[in-house]
């Protein structure tokens, strides 16, 4: 999905100040919304657009994440704000324009579709690297015999004889304190204005169909357990012409067999011999590609950790990448020659240990008749 820049939306460039965002966002929501533009698609679309653009620009924690991603599909982290930030851009224009009375334009005025959630498990790999990954989702879609309306083709919906088309009801009650108005929603027609007589075979009245909607989800390389992707438009259709609502990817991420996860770090233990550990060498790594090599000092001690620079994983939206932490453990062995152990004796001796002390009673001797008269 191309998408166009949010600055360019609103005509502005990338230093812009919050105020002239405002300012741009109110010239251009007046310019194209539905209530002056009815049934004009490239104005809704508009009106789409800079809605949009302005739920980020406007925010400066979600500016500064868009400056720093520049996709509108990118990457929203973790903590960051609730769906209902994407609800209805009514709540905008009203924080503007001023409150209407909600009950009578909810029911007339296109609303945007719900947003849906997707829960994702993928692997530490796809995590790390990122991955294109085709996912099926239960969503609705508009009617395609009654596009919506509800009604069957060739039919129109009549106006609600009880609230006379606005979807309101109301009564007027005289107290000893004055005169209450109090308004409800129609119950007749629910707030819509209008009643359908023939409804649409095809939806049974609801104007939208369920459907499995195959979706292509851009895992970008660095995300984590709780991430959101944001699929703009995949959510559920919008009422009365209004837009569709989002898709959110909520994503988990599988454990590693070996490797441990500390943000853009990772880690691992390895296992060598008490051999090598002493006398130093050339130790086989894993890392998240393939095996590294690398060079451990003589005389190395159990949980010395070695660090593999940039063997990490990406953070998100640029190519830096994290370290891999390799600690090396010292096995002792499991299972040994009576040869081995005799050398080990020998090694013992050598260093000055009390041989009398090591290993099960009477080893000693029984090395020593094994192999003949130790010298
Ligand atoms: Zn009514
Ligand atoms: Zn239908």
Not at 14 to 36: S, V
Not at 51 to 66: C, F, G, H, T, V
Request: hydrophobic share 30%; with cysteine.
């Amino acid at each position: 999905m191309a998408k166009r820049d949010y600055y360019e939306i609103l005509g502005l460039n990338k230093d812009t100040t919050a105020e002239e965002i405002k300012k741009a966002y109110r010239k251009l929501a007046l310019k194209y919304h539905p209530d002056r533009n009815s049934s004009n698609k490239e104005a809704e679309k508009n009106f789409k657009e800079i809605n949009e653009a302005y739920q980020i620009l406007s925010d400066p924690e979600k500016r500064s994440k868009y400056d720093q991603f520049g996709s509108a599909e990118g990457f929203e982290g973790r903590g960051f704000s609730d769906f209902g930030d994407f609800g209805n851009f009514g709540d905008i224009f009203d924080s503007f324009f001023g409150s209407r009375t909600r009950s009578r334009e909810e029911g007339i005025r296109p609303q945007k579709g719900a947003n849906l959630r997707y829960n994702l498990k993928i692997s530490f790999e796809d995590a790390a690297f990122g991955k294109e990954i085709k996912i099926k989702v239960p969503n609705w879609e508009t009617c395609p015999r009654c596009n919506g309306s509800k009604s069957e083709p060739g039919t129109s919906p009549q106006t609600c004889p009880d609230c006379h088309g606005t979807g309101e009801i109301r009564n007027t009650q005289s107290t000893m304190f004055g005169q209450f108005v109090n308004i409800q929603t129609c119950p007749r027609c629910k707030g819509e204005g209008k009643i359908i007589k023939n409804i649409c075979t095809n939806c049974k009245g609801i104007g939208k169909i369920k459907i499995d909607r195959i979706v292509n989800v851009k895992i970008p390389a660095g995300v984590d357990t709780g991430h959101r992707l944001r699929i703009t438009g995949m959510g559920e259709p919008g009422e009365r012409g209004g837009p569709s609502g989002d898709l959110y990817i909520v994503l988990d991420v599988k454990p590693h067999k070996v490797f441990k996860r500390e943000g853009i770090n990772i880690s691992c233990d390895n296992p060598i011999s008490f051999v090598k550990a002493a006398l130093g060498g050339e130790v086989t790594v894993p890392t998240l590609e393939e095996k590294a090599k690398i060079k451990i000092p003589a005389s190395t001690q159990s949980n010395t950790i070695f660090r593999l620079k940039g063997q990490g994983i990406y953070k998100i939206g640029t190519k830096q990448r994290g370290d891999e932490y390799v600690k090396i453990i010292v096995e002792t062995p499991q299972r040994m020659s009576d040869e081995q152990k005799k050398l080990l004796l020998e090694f013992a001796k050598l260093s000055g240990e009390d041989i009398n002390t090591i290993g099960e009673k009477g080893i000693f001797d029984k090395i020593k008749n094994a192999f003949g008269q130790n010298k």
